[in-house]
């Protein structure tokens, strides 16, 4: 299992990778392999602001149907036209073109809440 080291992390295994005021969000690869073949994702709060913690969107895989949860509060720019046609890519590359959505942040200093690489490692005992 990969653990990427310049992103935070939340307990709910979703990842926050910050490019000045956006944010990329994606699932963790520990994440990904829980959820074994990923075979849709659904996003239909683009355009939409939302808080912390707040649902944004659910991920399917052929074991079951999950939420995923907004790390950090802000407004849905864009979904991954990739993941949209290929939700596998979620499997193959989590951390890379795996990114869910695009966000602009409402609060910056809520990444101090979310964990680091190595605190997800502990987290997850890996």
């Known amino acids: 299992m990969k653990i990427a080291e310049n992103l935070f992390y939340t307990e709910s295994h979703e990842w926050v990778r910050v490019e000045g005021n956006e944010a990329f969000v994606g699932v963790s690869d520990f994440a990904q392999h829980e959820?074994?073949?990923?075979?849709?994702?659904?996003?239909?709060?683009?355009?939409?602001?939302?808080?912390?913690?707040?649902?944004?969107?659910?991920?399917?895989?052929?074991?079951?149907?999950s939420d995923i949860y907004l790390p950090i509060g802000g407004e849905i720019l864009a979904f991954n036209d990739l993941i949209e046609s290929n939700p596998e890519t979620i499997n193959k590359d989590p951390y890379g073109d795996g990114w869910i959505i695009k966000i602009k942040m409402s609060n910056p200093a809520e990444l101090d809440g979310l964990m680091s690489?190595?605190?997800?490692?502990?987290?997850?005992?890996?």
């Open 35 to 65: 959820l074994g073949d990923i075979v849709f994702v659904e996003v239909d709060t683009v355009g939409e602001t939302l808080s912390q913690g707040e649902v944004f969107g659910t991920i399917e895989a052929v074991k079951t149907v």
């Open 117 to 126: 690489a190595d605190a997800y490692q502990a987290n997850v005992g890996a």
